[in-house]
């Protein structure tokens, strides 16, 4: 399977990420890019978004690129910071991009957007297994 297709079967195989939302805008190997909107069903007790719902898109975003090179790859250390509140509505944009990748282990850089603002970053190392995706 070419590497710009695993991200589909893999939302394909997603229920966690279809329930978000998430459709895939781009994707090429070594980067993707995802998107969502914020509902009223993922806000916290203070009428924002559960920071869990920023981290899962940006975690989509992340295991989608990672994937892209054909191999499965799993995640072993993921940290997110939250810059901005999001409210219910919000439109997020989550672009992954493979910053260092050799053979057992890829580094990634998600930046969460609203628009052209910076509302969360991420950082995730994956492991790269041998496995191929068929």
């Known amino acids: 399977m070419k590497g710009e297709q695993v991200p589909h079967k893999m939302l ?3 229920a966690y990420s279809q ?3 998430i459709e895939i805008l781009e994707c090429e190997i070594g980067r993707c890019k995802v998107a969502m909107t914020i509902r009223g069903d993922m806000l916290n007790s203070m009428n924002k978004a559960h920071g869990g719902i920023s981290y899962s898109l940006a975690d989509t975003a992340f295991g989608f690129a990672a994937n892209t090179h054909g191999k499965f790859a799993v995640s072993i250390e993921t ?3 939250h810059i901005e ?6 439109y997020l944009i989550a672009e992954s991009v493979i910053e260092k990748v050799n053979r057992k282990l890829g580094f990634n850089i998600i930046e969460v957007k609203r628009g052209d ?17 068929e």
């Open 117 to 133: 603002e910076l509302v969360a970053l991420f950082k995730g190392v994956v492991y790269r297994t041998q496995k191929d995706w």
């Open 85 to 90: 509140a999001l409210d219910e509505g919000d």
């Open 19 to 21: 329930w978000l939302g």
């Open 79 to 81: 940290s997110i910071n």
């Open 12 to 14: 394909s195989q997603d």
